[in-house]
């Protein structure tokens, strides 16, 4: 009789996907106990708000010093996913030639070029969504920040009744800085978009379309191609409209952030070495020939 | 060998492969358009378009609402809140892609609902008067609904600041606050302002006036409390309170009392200005009108509270937690306070003991005071735009009608 095949299980890789799925029925477990909104607001909102009210309060109650402070500190906390994100970029711009190799090769069997295409990822350690976490993890923080700047710079009863709700107690210094000057330049209110509604959104999606162009890189999927290009022109078009809509004050922040971004990409790109394939490849290897 | 036999079964687990990452790539591209519509506006608060709620005064058995969808009405409450006019007749529906945009900006004689108003509209003289966030005061008829005043007339920088604040009439004269920091008094007939200049403040005015016979009083966002001459616009003093004076302040008994969002009432000497009391530090701001009434000063707080403090020393006598935040300042029922909250939740309380009684949980924030007419109605406008009815004496559920009614 033959034996049942068990399949080749990796402790480490168990061990792994058993704290991941334990940690995200952890998370679902509290929030559906003590409620999402509880947690966006507690654990996200609250804490920002307040982060940013601080550095307002110590930075000589500027709030494009204050944002220009909080987005370095963020950046600089998502920096291991951003410079991870480049670095993914970048293998996948390495591999070109090769998967430009196998397109050639396997041009009349879509199967076989996905499963080479697959290998080749496989072999040199490489995921190609890896570059999509990142930006999917900016994301709350985004929603956060907007909502957060937009409380903070209060200009109406119903934002500043949120200010009032979501600023800690403890905080006495708040007293001394509510409402927030939000005019700089004598004239431009932060709480309102851009009044020339030009300046602003052209900056933004400038500097957002020079980052997404430093980051893309080309690519031998037709279809992968297209969507970059898709996205490369899409995000700074749609930035550049939020920021005719948005306060001044997010713009600023959007345009704070691309600029630390596009020294952040230029940075690796310039002081990094070249990526070798064949070592990445021979280099996944030997990890999992450890592994083994 | 057959083209691509061997490898079948790993060409279908590579397609299944591809099509996850393009699921992957779709998603993200999904996730992205989301977050661009949530945070343009159509999520919440994230709008730029100015959100507002419904301010309410009620009068002979007509309630006169500013509604959040930026119309203003008159409702029959005998005829269980039927319009009686409506300004602009049509256009203050809600675009239903959301974001805050008006379906209809103007109706058919070209009149556009208003900018969002906060304070509490006034009847003066056969008029209805309020204020808007669109830096105008108006006047409306108050029994055909006809706009027949508008300050300043043209687009101009004479009131130069959305307008918070409820506005204040006394003869023929309305005084109010406006964000470009200055304090206003607009003779109603002539529509020239009684001073020689607003009176300048150093930062927003919010809050709305209270008068006496020679003196205006109010608050600024400049920490300050100020007293001026009624006639004139002449500062008489001003009281320093070390933080920020969101809302109205109430005068009774010579004194004046304020409360501020350092979380303490204070009562100043009406005369002098001389700080009388301090109350404890509550867990809130404080920021609707208190209330005083038979010696005691009644108020709420953001931390969803409502307090009463002796009004001779400003010693707590009770405090009477709320579900959700109190903005709005409480008013007199007979022997009880009408408080309402943030989380739509209206309490009759005791004003002996601060007992209190859920009255009405309704659908949407109320975060304006309601009104209570002299037939002991109150009426409760919500920031979704609803005007609810209620007899507190009846048993059970005290709605008498809502506005506009459900459509089921």
């Not at chain 1, 080479?116 to 040199?124: D, G, V, W």
């Not at chain 2, 009439?169 to 529509?191: E, I």
């Not at chain 2, 608050?219 to 300050?224: A, L, N, P, R």
Request: hydrophobic share 40%; with cysteine.
């Amino acid at each position: 009789m033959q034996a049942a095949k068990t399949p080749n299980v990796d402790p480490k890789q168990l061990r792994k996907s058993l704290l991941t799925w334990g940690a995200i029925a952890a998370i679902v477990i509290i929030g559906t106990q003590v409620g999402w909104g509880t947690i966006w607001r507690e654990g996200l909102v609250r804490p920002m708000l307040n982060a940013l009210l601080f550095l307002y309060m110590h930075l000589g109650e500027s709030f494009i010093i204050a944002i220009l402070v909080f987005t370095l500190v963020l950046r600089l906390i998502t920096s291991p996913l951003q410079i991870r994100q480049i670095q993914s970029s970048r293998r996948m711009s390495a591999m070109q030639p090769k998967l430009q190799e196998i397109q050639k090769k396997h041009a009349g069997n879509k199967e076989k070029l996905v499963t080479e295409q697959q290998r080749l990822y496989k072999e040199a350690g490489i995921n190609p969504m890896g570059g999509c976490l990142p930006t999917l993890i900016q994301f709350p923080i985004w929603i956060v920040l907007y909502q957060s700047i937009n409380v903070m710079l209060a200009d109406t009863p119903i934002e500043l009744l949120r200010l009032g709700k979501d600023v800690y107690n403890a905080f006495t210094g708040i007293t001394q800085i509510v409402p927030l000057e939000s005019t700089i330049f004598g004239t431009m209110n932060l709480a309102q978009p851009d009044p020339t509604s030009i300046v602003l959104p052209i900056l933004v999606g400038g500097s957002m379309w020079l980052q997404q162009r430093m980051m893309t890189q080309p690519s031998s999927d037709p279809q992968q191609a297209s969507m970059n290009q898709t996205m490369q022109v899409m995000m700074p078009l749609m930035f550049g409209y939020f920021t005719t809509q948005f306060a001044s004050g997010l713009a600023i922040y959007f345009l704070i952030s691309n600029i630390i971004g596009i020294a952040l990409q230029w940075g690796i790109q310039k002081f990094s070495p070249p990526i070798d394939v064949d070592a990445l490849a021979t280099a996944a290897a030997s990890k999992k020939g450890k592994k083994a | 060998m057959p083209r691509g036999g061997p490898s079948r079964p790993l060409g279908k687990e590579d397609n299944r492969l591809s099509k996850v990452t393009k699921r992957g790539r779709l998603a993200l591209l999904t996730a992205l358009v989301l977050v661009s519509i949530m945070a343009t506006g159509c999520y919440g608060q994230a709008s730029m378009q100015n959100p507002g709620w419904t301010a309410l005064t009620a009068s002979d058995g007509v309630v006169y609402a500013a509604l959040s969808t930026g119309q203003v009405t008159a409702l029959s409450s005998q005829e269980g809140g039927a319009e009686i006019w409506l300004y602009p007749a049509s256009g203050g529906q809600k675009s239903p892609v959301g974001c805050g945009l008006p379906l209809s900006p103007k109706d058919d004689s070209g009149e556009s609902p208003l900018d969002a108003v906060y304070g509490l509209p006034v009847l003066s003289d056969g008029r209805l008067v309020l204020a808007s966030y669109d830096h105008h005061l108006y006047a409306f008829d108050r029994e055909t609904g006809e706009r027949t005043l508008t300050y300043p007339a043209t687009e101009s920088t004479l009131v130069d600041g959305p307008v918070i604040g409820g506005v204040t009439v006394d003869s023929d004269v309305a005084y109010f606050g406006s964000s470009d920091h200055k304090v206003y008094a607009l003779d109603l007939t002539s529509s020239d302002l009684v001073w020689d200049a607003p009176f300048e403040t150093d930062d927003w005015v919010w809050g709305t006036p209270v008068l006496d016979a020679a003196r205006v009083y109010i608050g600024s966002m400049d920490h300050s409390v100020y007293a001026l001459d009624r006639s004139s616009g002449a500062l008489e003093w001003s009281r320093d309170m070390g933080a920020s004076v969101l809302g109205g302040v109430a005068l009774a008994d010579g004194k004046v009392f304020v409360g501020t969002i350092d979380r303490h009432l204070y009562a100043l000497d009406a005369e002098t200005g001389e700080q009388l009391w301090q109350s404890e530090q509550y867990d809130g701001w404080l920021w609707g009108t208190p209330l005083a009434a038979d010696g005691r000063v009644f108020f709420g707080s953001l931390d969803g509270a409502v307090h009463a403090v002796d009004a001779s020393d400003g010693s707590a006598i009770w405090s009477q937690t709320v579900d959700g935040a109190v903005r709005a300042g409480v008013v007199a029922h007979d022997d009880t306070l009408i408080a309402a909250t943030d989380t739509g939740k209206v309490y009759v309380i005791g004003m002996e003991a601060g007992d209190s009684e859920e009255a009405l949980a309704a659908d949407g924030q109320v975060l304006s005071s309601p009104a209570v007419d002299s037939d002991g109605t109150v009426y409760v406008g919500t920031a979704e735009g609803k005007v609810y009815a209620l007899d507190l004496e009846r048993r059970g559920d005290p709605t008498l009608w809502v506005y506009p009614p459900d459509k089921k």
